[in-house]
């Protein structure tokens, strides 16, 4: 497992910046940041040796498209890019960052068509929401041969816990109160 870490801290303010700055935690997950704070935040993160995830769909200013991805990759020199977009996902692949396609589990149909986007594009890792569907991590794991991470409504030590037991490798939390979970 590249991440190390079960718990991916998913920071959105400067408070859980501190938090997570805090931590022995190597990865963190930026998100809900104005484009123009990155620079700033990416540097103070590689002062403290940590890596660099973005979500970049959920980033106020940046094209959430392949365009986004190529100045996050090459301007900001960051580690990795969740996206729930196949071409983000392609150049992170081509740029040789962690590329994580992130996919909502809503019905069949959805879950049907993201294996078949995630089939094509082999991303590095999946992200599946909400993390309470587990019981599909198995079908998705013999589908697609890729690690898994969970995220979305988890609200216990116990849900972290059971998603990690289900086969998933890391789970993406923004609740500063989970950062510290051992299962």
């Keep these: 497992m590249l991440f190390g870490q079960k718990i991916i801290p998913a920071i959105g303010n400067h408070q859980d910046m501190k938090k997570f700055l805090s931590t022995p935690l190597i990865y963190g997950l930026l998100m809900n940041f104005q484009l123009a704070q990155l620079p700033e935040l990416i540097e103070i993160m590689r002062k403290n040796q940590k890596k660099i995830l973005i979500h970049s ?20 020199k960051v580690d990795g890019i969740i996206s729930s977009k196949p071409k983000v996902i392609e150049i992170c692949k081509k740029r040789g960052v ?86």
């Design 57 to 76: 769909e959920l980033i106020k200013g940046l094209s959430s498209d392949e365009f986004g991805a190529i100045y996050l990759i090459q301007s900001l």
């Design 98 to 183: 962690i590329g994580i396609l992130r996919f909502f589990l809503k019905d069949t149909i959805s879950l049907n068509h993201s294996l078949e986007i995630a089939q094509k594009i082999e991303p590095d890792y999946l992200e599946i929401l909400p993390a309470l569907s587990i019981e599909i991590i198995p079908v998705i794991k013999n589908a697609l041969h890729t690690e898994i991470l969970m995220g979305g409504l988890l609200q216990t030590k116990e849900q972290i816990c059971k998603c990690l037991s289900h086969g998933a490798v890391a789970v993406t939390t923004s609740n500063p109160a989970f950062w510290d979970i051992t299962c």
